[in-house]
C-alpha cells in the first residue's frame, strides 16, 4: 500500500483497556479508531478476547452492523459475525488477530476465498514465554510431586520423599516456532537436552533455536523414545491432526511426560488415556483438548496423574500489553507499505 493521507477506520472488536486504545488511537493520524465497549462481550478475565454472554439490542447491532460496513481495519475476529463477516465488512483491508494460530479459523469459515484481498495477521510470540512457563510448571509439579506435597499438607502428615530434577533429561518438543523456541530456550537453562521437530528444517542450525538435535516430522519415531518429556506445540492441519496416537505414545520411554500447549485434535484422547492408566505414561499436561469446554465425562477430569488447564496457558493479565504493542507497529507498517510481522499465509490453506 502506498502511503498517502486517506483515513482508514479501525474498528476494535474485542474488549480491550482505555488506556491501550488510546495508545492505538495516537498512533498515526490517518487511523479512525472505532471502539464502543458496550457493542462488544464483556471480559471476564484480563486478555478475555471472548468474553461473557452478551447480546446486543436491535437498534445496537444496526449500529455495530453500520460500523462493520465501513471498517477498513478490524482488531480481532468478530466473534459475533463469524459466518457473514465479509457480507457486512465487504471493505476490510486487513483483520490483526489476538490469536496465535489462525489457520483453522479462516479455513473454517472460507476466509481465505470470501475475503482474498485481506490481509490476516495474528499475534504469534505473543504468548510465547507465558506457554514456556506452563511447561516448566507441568515438568516441575510431576517431578517435585507436587500432588503429594498439596495432599499432605491437608493431611497435616509429615513423610519426607524424593522427587527428581531436570538436569540431563530429555525433551522432545514438536513445533519450533516461537513458543517451541521459548520453551527449548528454558530448557537449556535447566540443564536439559533439546531434540527439535520442525516441519522445514534446512538451513537452520539447532542451536539457533535453542535445540541440540533438530528433526522432520517424519522423523517423529526417532525422537519419541527418547523424549522424558514430550511437548506439543505445532499448528493443527491434515498433516498434524492425530498425530501421537497409541502407537507414537507407546514409543515414548515409560515414564514419560506429555504436554500439550498446541491443539486437543493432535493427539488420540482415547490412547492418551489408556497410556495413563496403565502408567506408561507418568502424566500429562494438558492446555487443549478435542473438545472444548471439555465435557463433565470426560475421564482426564478426575485422573491423578493428569494436569487439566482449561486452554489458559497462553493468557497472562499483561497479554492485550504486548498485542497493542504488535498492532501498533503494524498499522504504521501497512500505512508505510512496509512488510507487516505475522502475515499468514493463507495460500496454503485447501
Same mark, same amino acid.
Given at each position: 500500500?502506498?502511503? !498517502?493521507?486517506?483515513?482508514? !477506520?479501525?474498528?476494535?472488536?474485542? #474488549? ?8 492505538? &488511537? ?26 461473557? *454472554? ?15 460496513? &465501513? ?18 465488512? *465487504? ?16 479455513? %473454517? ?15 504469534? $510470540?505473543?504468548?510465547?514465554? *507465558? ?22 499438607? %491437608? ?10 530434577? =531436570?538436569? %540431563?533429561?530429555?525433551? $522432545?518438543i514438536v513445533g519450533m516456532g516461537k513458543v517451541g523456541s521459548e520453551v527449548a530456550r528454558i530448557a537449556q537453562c535447566l540443564g536439559m537436552?533439546?531434540? $527439535?521437530?520442525?516441519? !522445514? ?8 533455536? #535453542? ?26 492441519? &491434515? ?9 507414537? =505414545?507407546?514409543?515414548?520411554? %515409560?515414564?514419560?511426560?506429555?504436554? !500439550? ?23 500429562? $499436561? ?8 471439555? *465435557? ?41 507499505? &512496509? ?12
Open positions: 500500500m502506498e502511503k !498517502n493521507a486517506r483515513a482508514f !477506520n479501525l474498528l476494535i472488536a474485542s #474488549y480491550l483497556e482505555t488506556e491501550l486504545v488510546e495508545r492505538i &488511537r495516537s498512533t498515526d493520524e490517518r487511523v479512525n479508531v472505532i471502539f464502543k465497549p458496550e457493542l462488544i462481550a464483556p471480559q471476564r478475565f484480563p486478555a478475555d478476547h471472548i468474553g461473557g *454472554p452478551f447480546q446486543r439490542t436491535e437498534d445496537q447491532e444496526k449500529q455495530w452492523q453500520s460500523f462493520l460496513w &465501513r471498517a477498513d481495519i478490524l482488531f480481532d475476529f468478530d466473534r459475533t459475525h463469524y459466518d457473514d463477516l465479509p457480507e457486512l465488512a *465487504p471493505h476490510l483491508k486487513w483483520i490483526q488477530t489476538t490469536s496465535s494460530g489462525i489457520g483453522q479459523t479462516i479455513k %473454517k469459515w472460507n476466509y481465505h476465498r470470501r475475503m482474498p484481498k485481506t490481509i490476516f495477521t495474528s499475534s504469534r $510470540g505473543v504468548h510465547a514465554q *507465558p506457554l514456556a512457563e506452563f511447561c516448566l510448571l507441568v515438568m516441575l509439579t510431576f517431578n517435585k510431586k507436587l500432588f503429594q506435597t498439596i495432599s499432605q499438607q %491437608k493431611a497435616k502428615r509429615w513423610a519426607r520423599f524424593s522427587g527428581t530434577d =531436570l538436569r %540431563k533429561r530429555t525433551i $522432545g537436552k533439546v531434540l $527439535g521437530v520442525k516441519r !522445514n528444517i534446512e538451513g537452520i542450525k539447532p542451536s539457533s533455536l #535453542y535445540a541440540d538435535e533438530l528433526y522432520t516430522p517424519r522423523d517423529l519415531h526417532r525422537i519419541l523414545p527418547r523424549s522424558e518429556y514430550l511437548v506439543l506445540i505445532a499448528p493443527h492441519t &491434515r498433516a498434524t491432526d492425530k498425530m501421537i496416537g497409541r502407537r507414537e =505414545l507407546h514409543l515414548l520411554p %515409560k515414564g514419560a511426560i506429555l504436554i !500439550n500447549i498446541a491443539r486437543g485434535a493432535l493427539i488420540d484422547e482415547a490412547a492418551l488415556v489408556e497410556a495413563l492408566e496403565s502408567q506408561h505414561l507418568r502424566g500429562a $499436561g494438558l492446555d487443549v483438548f478435542e473438545s472444548e469446554p471439555l *465435557p463433565t465425562d470426560n475421564p482426564f477430569w478426575e485422573m491423578e496423574n493428569v494436569i487439566v488447564s482449561p486452554h489458559s496457558g497462553s493468557t497472562s493479565d499483561r497479554e492485550n500489553e504486548l498485542i497493542t504493542d504488535l498492532f501498533c507497529e503494524n498499522i504504521i507498517s501497512f500505512l508505510e507499505g &512496509r512488510p507487516m510481522r505475522n502475515l499468514f499465509d493463507t495460500s496454503g490453506l485447501s
